[in-house]
């Protein structure tokens, strides 16, 4: 699937600031010349980044994004997995890794050759708790069931849960119920400590909405290399 065929996902502002100044946050000394957002959405993560890291260029791969350049912006709309532009100082992701079709280590691989050596990789990402388990449990069972009739029930139970928001932003995450989490914080963690990467800072993510997994910030270093 590309890009076009599917809208962009709308990121929450409060994310972004919430995301975006931790990002800042974890830069050491040097400031990133090669910035990757991977599952870049809209884009607006990347927007925040460039307006902070003026020498920096920036890539975002989405499976919906359409190849664009804006300024010192690239979008390119790819599977992660297969993308080979090579190695960035900063790689960053919200809550895009969790469902990728492959396994933790081939992801954690695939991300271990993707930042360069000393870089800096910050996600945020479901971690392993009885939470994000029941309702991986109550994901696969929608999954096969999934009709009209399941994603308007879904609608109304986000509505009844978000008054407040827009019914575009619900209607948009309708299919996230769906997705079965395949890799968490925890296990990729182990999976890039074995490749030598450091754990430099975790930290629990806001918890906005009882149908979204629990997410964890990490922050870690890859070897020098
Ligand atoms: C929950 S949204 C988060 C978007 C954005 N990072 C944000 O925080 O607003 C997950 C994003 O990851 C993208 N995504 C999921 N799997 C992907 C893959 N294998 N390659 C590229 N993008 C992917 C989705 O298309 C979606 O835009």
């Known amino acids: 699937m590309t890009a076009a065929s599917t809208p962009a996902f709308g990121a929450d ?18 400031p990133p010349r090669r910035v990757l957002d991977i599952g870049c959405g809209d884009g607006a993560l990347l927007r925040y980044l460039a307006a902070r890291l ?9 499976v919906t994004a359409r190849d664009e350049q804006h300024g010192r912006i690239q979008f390119v709309g790819a599977d992660y997995l297969a ?23 081939a992801l954690a691989a695939k ?43 879904i609608l109304i139970v986000a ?8 019914r575009d932003k619900l209607v948009q995450r309708v299919d996230y119920m769906y997705l079965i989490l395949r890799h968490y914080e925890d296990d990729l963690r182990a999976a890039l400590a074995r ?24 922050v870690m270093t890859a070897p020098a290399r």
Not at 83 to 105: H, I, K, N, Y
């Open 13 to 30: 502002p409060a994310q972004v600031a919430w995301f975006g100044a931790r990002v800042i946050d974890a830069i050491a000394s040097e």
């Open 54 to 62: 003026p020498a920096a260029t920036l890539v975002g791969v989405d």
């Open 83 to 105: 993308l080979e532009v090579g190695r960035f100082d900063l790689v960053v992701a919200s809550s895009s890794l969790q469902g990728m079709g492959t396994t933790t280590d």
């Open 111 to 153: 991300i271990a050759r993707d930042v360069a050596p000393s870089g800096t990789l910050v996600h945020v990402t479901p971690y392993r708790c009885g939470y994000n388990h029941a309702l991986n449990v109550l994901r696969a069972l929608l999954h096969p069931l999934r009709s009209r009739a399941t994603d308007r029930m």
């Open 159 to 166: 509505r009844a849960l978000h008054p407040a928001e827009p």
């Open 195 to 218: 490749r030598g990467f450091r754990l430099t800072r975790t930290e629990p993510a806001p918890h906005t909405s009882a149908g979204q997994p629990k997410h964890r910030l990490a």
